[in-house]
């Protein structure tokens, strides 16, 4: 799985896979093989590159804590798609008109919002599928719908625009 670490103000690419108990992890461009065991439920015996670890981790909303004996790194972990996604929408910038961009191929499953609707930040727009999986794509800031450019069940492209919001 490939995620994003926010780590303070900058970004790292994170992937995980699993092998048989065994992960291979990658992050930013150093990959590593992994073993870990979970004697606890927030307790990891990690065996890294031969060199042993231990580590605690905690998780409030989407705010990570890993503690190790040396100190804490606070962390949060998106989806690289949804990380992605979000980042296409703030290009649009915070005046003016913002374009909803669909994050890659799929379908229009529910659109949830209508033309001259008000939206906050986070309110969900739309459901879209893609690889069988469905996503909601929300509203990165507050404001209003101006144009839905996409109805339900109609396959899109990635990038194309969905929605317009003022």
Do not use: C, W
Request: charged share 25%.
């Amino acid at each position: 799985m490939k995620f994003v670490a926010l780590i303070g103000d900058r970004h790292v690419n994170v992937e995980i896979d699993n092998n048989n108990g065994d992960y291979s992890l990658t992050i930013g461009e150093k990959t590593f093989t992994v073993n870990a065991i979970r004697p606890e439920p927030q307790f990891f015996s990690l065996l890294v590159e031969g060199k042993s670890y231990e580590v605690a981790l905690s998780k409030r909303d989407d705010l990570f804590e890993a503690y190790f004996y040396n100190g804490t790194v606070q962390f949060q972990l998106i989806e690289a798609r949804k990380f992605r996604a979000s980042e296409l929408t703030k290009k649009s910038g915070p005046g003016g008109p913002l374009k909803v961009h669909a994050p890659m191929p799929g379908k229009i499953v529910r659109i949830a919002v209508t033309e001259n609707s008000q939206v906050q930040e986070g309110d969900a727009l739309l459901i879209m599928e893609a690889m069988k999986m469905q996503n909601e794509l929300k509203a990165p800031r507050h404001g209003k719908v101006l144009q839905i450019l996409v109805s339900e069940g109609a396959p899109v492209s990635s990038q194309q625009v969905l929605i317009v919001m003022e």
